[in-house]
């Protein structure tokens, strides 16, 4: 496996960042990025992502919040979101983490390794344990989740997507 880094974006990284939006084509444009659409402006982007992290102008129902994407030789492979606290919406879903791997980098163990370093980022933080939350039926991601020690606090209906979810805590 290729060396993952897993970092805050910077200003310079307009390029790769443009780039590696190319590699979601097709999928729900969340799992790039929150604050960003194809066509959208980098710098516009990034003032949010800084304000964000600094807990600065939070949209009503935000929390302050970390975006780190995952370099393989300055190309982007996925992200993870940190939430550096939990409201009422976080809690019954979303949790403090969530992540995703561009479609062609999937199966390769680079999840694993984004949240393995995410957990380090969290810990930076103060937490000491976190809430891990994905679709009962996406093994790819509960099976990251067990894997860092995530127990299951219970499966829950989820009203708004209409599916199953499972909550986990993975505690340090
Ligand atoms: C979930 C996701 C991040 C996993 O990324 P990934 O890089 O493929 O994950 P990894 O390669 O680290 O694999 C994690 C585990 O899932 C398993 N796995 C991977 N693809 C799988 C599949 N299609 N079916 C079952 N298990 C699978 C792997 O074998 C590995 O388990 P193992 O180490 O016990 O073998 C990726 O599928 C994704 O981005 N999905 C869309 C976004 C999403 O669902 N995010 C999670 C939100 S909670």
Not at 54 to 79: C, K, S, W
Not at 113 to 136: N, W
């Amino acid at each position: 496996m290729s060396e993952v880094i897993l970092r805050k974006l910077n200003k310079n990284d307009e390029a790769a960042f443009l780039a590696g939006a190319k590699a979601w084509e097709g999928e729900d444009p969340h799992w790039y990025s929150f604050n960003w659409k194809p066509g959208g402006s980098f710098s516009e982007m990034f003032a949010k992502l800084e304000d964000e992290d600094a807990g600065r102008n939070l949209q009503p129902g935000r929390v302050p919040h970390t975006m780190l994407y995952g370099f393989i030789d300055g190309e982007i492979i996925g992200r993870v979101s940190v939430r550096h606290t939990l409201n009422e919406s976080l809690r019954k879903r979303g949790g403090h983490i969530g992540y995703a791997v561009a479609p062609k980098y999937r199966g390769k163990g680079y999840a694993t390794e984004m949240v393995r370093q995410a957990l380090s980022f969290c810990k930076s933080l103060g937490l000491t344990s976190i809430m891990v939350t994905c679709a009962d039926d996406n093994a790819p991601s509960w099976k990251v989740i067990e894997k860092f020690g995530g127990v299951l606090q219970d499966k829950v209906w989820d009203d708004e997507d209409e599916e199953t979810i499972r909550r986990y805590w993975i505690t340090f």
